[in-house]
């Protein structure tokens, strides 16, 4: 098994509304994106082939230190709110993320596992883990990741084959 | 920088160095961040109640051990840090 760079993705100050990858070469076994994000406000989304329709399960943990919650609902986009983070947390620190998305080119439904926690110099911090599952008989051949703000650190895309 | 927010577009097919373009979105797009902005706050505001109500639920838990006769300790050590 090797992990292989295959693009990474540099936002500057004014941010990007969101960053596309296309022509994802169809000769790996699966992918997986790390990604540095702050976002002014709103959502952060996950899509895959324009795909927009309620084709998305979702199972995710969201921890605050506190507590723990847990929902589940079938939706038309990966949700990266929670965790990420906003102008709530500490100027210039960023979310870390991962997200591995198993068996891309497979012409069953897609297993994606992802995984997201707050940086921030102060007490409040979250953490999501979320297992999620794309309804599609499609090989991934585009990754959509859109903000509803504009900012962005850095995303990587890497292949595991 | 333009007011029009702007997309990264990565064509991964195209050989390095010529995969990046920064297009602006379109109106359908723009529409789109909106409607997402939105239904992201709703979500944000359920987690968030969720979170509160998970905390009252088990502090009110925590409070009825300790008025049976547990420590806090005991009670804690049931229902978790």
Redesign the interface.
């Known amino acids: 098994m090797a992990m292989t760079l295959i693009q990474t993705v540099t936002v500057g100050s004014g941010g990007a509304a969101s960053i596309e990858f296309t022509g994802i070469p169809q000769d790996r076994k699966d992918l997986v994106v790390l990604y540095s994000m702050r976002r002014s406000s709103g959502g952060a989304r996950l899509q895959f082939n324009d795909d927009t329709g309620n084709i998305y399960d979702v199972l995710y943990f969201f921890g605050s230190g506190s507590s723990v919650i847990t929902n589940s609902f079938t939706t038309g986009y990966i949700g990266l709110n929670d965790g990420s983070n906003s102008t709530s947390t500490t100027a210039n620190t960023f979310a870390s993320g991962l997200v591995y998305i198993a068996n891309y080119t497979s012409s069953a439904d897609k297993t994606i596992s992802s995984e997201v926690v707050t940086e921030n110099n102060a007490t409040q911090a979250y953490a999501n883990l979320a297992a999620n599952r794309y309804n599609s008989s499609s090989a991934i051949t585009k990754v959509k990741w859109t903000l509803s703000a504009n900012e962005f650190s850095s995303i990587s895309l890497y292949s595991i084959s | ?1 333009s007011e029009t ?10 050989p ?1 160095g010529q ?2 373009s ?1 297009i602006e ?1 379109t109106q359908a ?1 723009i529409d789109e ?2 409607v ?2 939105t ?3 709703a ?2 505001l ?2 968030e109640q ?2 509160a109500d ?2 009252a639920l ?1 502090q009110s838990g925590l409070d009825k051990l300790i008025a049976l006769g547990l420590t806090e300790a005991e009670a804690i050590a049931l229902v978790g840090a």
């Open positions: 920088m927010p702007v997309k990264v577009v990565v064509d991964l097919s195209k390095k995969r990046e920064i979105l797009e961040r909106e997402m902005a239904e992201a706050e979500q944000r359920v987690d969720a979170q998970a905390e088990r």
